[in-house]
Nanobody, 132 residues
Framework: DVQLVESGGGSVQAGGSLRLSCSAS????????MGWFRQAPGKEREGVAT????????????TYADSVKGRFTISKDNAKNVLYLQMNSLKPEDTALYYC??????????????????????WGEGTQVTVS
């Protein structure tokens, strides 16, 4: 089975930055929908950012939650099988457990976006981000 392991979380002051990483095993990065989702205590899980890759296109397609646009950037390194989330200008409301997830459904059949958490097939255990 696919395994996803997040890292890079921690505690930071408001205005600071963190970069989350998600290492994936047994997964081809060239044709997947991958994303970062988060859940704060007492709140529902929400999509943060997704990146959709297919061998049909020459570029990846990204989506972001409105609350993080302009501050967060999702990217990936296909050679290393690592997904990243660069988080800048962090706010206390960004405090949450951040999860990495992947949808391995064939491109023609999948929907990839921050609103499609239910379509993700595999999830990591999460990494905690605390902003004070």
């Amino acid at each position: 089975d696919v395994q996803l392991v997040e890292s890079g979380g921690g505690s930071v002051q408001a205005g600071g930055s963190l970069r989350l990483s998600c290492s994936a095993s047994k997964l081809s990065f060239t044709s997947t929908c991958m994303g970062w989702f988060r859940q704060a205590p007492g709140k529902e899980r929400e999509g943060v950012a997704t990146i959709d890759s297919t061998e049909i296109w020459s570029h990846d397609t990204t989506t972001y939650a409105d609350s993080v646009k302009g501050r967060f950037t999702i990217s990936k390194d296909n050679a290393k099988n690592v997904l990243y989330l660069q988080m800048n200008s962090l706010k206390p409301e960004d405090t949450a457990l951040y999860y990495c997830a992947v949808d391995v459904t064939p491109f023609e059949q999948r929907h990839c976006g921050v609103e499609y958490a239910s379509g993700m097939d595999y999830w990591g255990e999460g990494t905690q981000v605390t902003v004070s």
